[in-house]
């Protein structure tokens, strides 16, 4: 005797809808659960795991972001910034020139006609430039102070 297992199917031959309800009822893709990858971190999360175990990984911060992330932005000012505030009076002037120590990078923007001591830290060749030729100087750390 030969035992046959009634495949599914065959109950719903005859039926226009196939157990579903209304023929709206299968329309668009909320009837599967939604499009793509929606619920993959919800209900379709077996199906993740089991047959696509990498579809989640690698993300995140790469040790380059980081980096980026740790880097410390040194502050900036502009040569004619440097000028304003010595037109205010807010440096001390010594030997008729006016002193300005600043911690960060001097770029060149801007005009001036101070005469100016600077320490910093780093300057660009054009605000070197522009305060030599209104008679100031410049001064910047040895390189063996910057090492210790």
């Given at each position: ?14 039926s ?18 939604g ?5 993959s971190?919800?209900h ?5 795991v ?29 040569v ?36 100016i ?16 030729e ?5 001064i ?9």
């Amino acid at each position: 005797m030969v035992r046959r297992h009634e495949r599914k199917w065959k109950k719903y031959l005859a039926s226009r809808t196939w157990g579903a309800g209304n023929t709206k009822n299968r329309r668009n893709k909320g009837s599967r659960g939604g499009k793509g990858y929606a619920g993959s971190h919800k209900h379709r999360w077996l199906y993740i795991v089991t047959h696509e175990p990498e579809h989640f990984s690698g993300k995140g911060f790469s040790p380059i972001l980081k980096a980026r992330i740790r880097r410390k932005k040194h502050s900036i000012i502009n040569v004619g910034d440097i000028a304003a505030i010595a037109a205010v009076g807010k440096l001390e002037k010594k030997e008729g020139t006016f002193q300005f120590e600043f911690k960060g990078k001097v770029l060149g923007g801007g005009k001036i006609d101070i005469p100016i001591v600077l320490k910093a830290s780093e300057v660009s060749e054009s605000a070197k430039k522009k305060i030599e030729e209104a008679g100031g100087k410049v001064i910047l750390p040895s390189v063996e102070n910057v090492e210790q």
